[in-house]
């Protein structure tokens, strides 16, 4: 079955995570994206190993580059060289999204920016990203998600300080870029409709700073009624609902309880939990003396999830009405039934001939689960893209020679 994007063409000129990881979601989606390198070193992202995590020795899997980058066919071009440049305006003539991340003062430098653009393709749409926004004194500024999303954006302050007053870090890597992505590629989605309807193209613009406001917008907004800067940090035991809140089992593992109508699941989950006198006590008995009772009661609840190991809870609540889940460590991730029905860890075979399993976009179409393919070696695919614009070989001979391609 055919993607919702099937048949539109994308000329993505960008790097890192960000930009990048919303072209794969386009490829999930069913577009055709071409990502355009430069010819040095390509991707900056290629040789990114400050995280640490990147598998050590030769033909290893970057899996930095794989996850944003799947299913991408990569042309190297050099944009300075009039050639390059030209080549990538070839493809540009052809596409229906022009994606982008580089700094305004860049694409000008290039002559890649918008009127440069739509003076080959006027029906092009144009997505571009960027750290705080199109307008502004910090417009022209470069932006990753650690300064621009958690920084900038106040996310950081939303979680819970560490000793010393030291804010906390980024909980992963590119916390900020993928929902950048997610946000880019839904955009994109959206003008392309706009496009089909109305005869009218767009620019689009997703940052980073504007995307961490969107994710606390809750909290930005009740900041400015209440009149605080950061989210308090409140006492658990203090809860107001019971039903609602992380206990610990007898194994130091945690599970996350959300019992928003508590009175219509609590008989139950009380006898579950062995303690089923909390059912008919007066001070627990409806969500209202719990309130009023609120430290005893998280006091016994604490008591009985503590008695017992998570594997255990699991057991006894998998047929429990309420929601409630266990915090899963990142490689459970991989057994969760739920994960595996729905094919949200799809597999790919790597260029070394392994076998990863990446994550899926969230989206699916038709129930059909998301298929991933690897991404491409830098300027894997510059002579096949070229000879389908119309260079021969004699051209493409010569584009190498000059240093206009790799």
Known sequence: MSGPLEGIRVIEVASWMFIPSGGSVLVDWGAEVIKVEPVTGGDPQR???TSGLLPGGAGAVNFMIEQPNRGKRSVALDLTHPDGREALLKLVETADVFLTNYLPPIRRKLRIDTDDIRARNPNIVIARGSGAGPKGPDAEKGGYDGA???????????????????????????????????????????????????????????????????????????????????????????????????????????ISLILLQSDKHWDDFVVRLGVPDMATDPKFCDSGVRAQNAEECIGRLDAAFESQPLSYWKETLATFDGVWSPFQTLDELYDDVQVQANGYLPTMTAGNGDDVALVASPAQFDEVPIQVERAPEHGEQTELVLMELGYDWDQISALKESGAIL
């Open 47 to 49: 040789g990114l190993i």
């Open 148 to 254: 621009s999303f958690w920084a900038r954006g106040g996310v950081g302050v939303t979680m819970p300080e560490r000793p010393g007053g030291w804010p906390p870090g980024q909980p992963t890597p590119a916390f900020g870029d993928v929902m950048g992505g997610l946000t880019t590629a839904g955009a994109i989605a959206a003008a392309l409709l706009k496009r089909e309807r109305t005869g009218e193209t767009s620019i689009v613009d997703v940052s980073l700073l504007a995307t961490a406001m969107w994710q606390i917008s809750p909290m930005i907004i009740a900041s400015k009624l209440f009149g605080f800067s950061k989210i308090p940090q409140g006492d658990r035991t203090k809860s107001p609902n019971p039903g609602v809140g992380t206990y610990r089992t007898s194994d130091d593992r945690f």
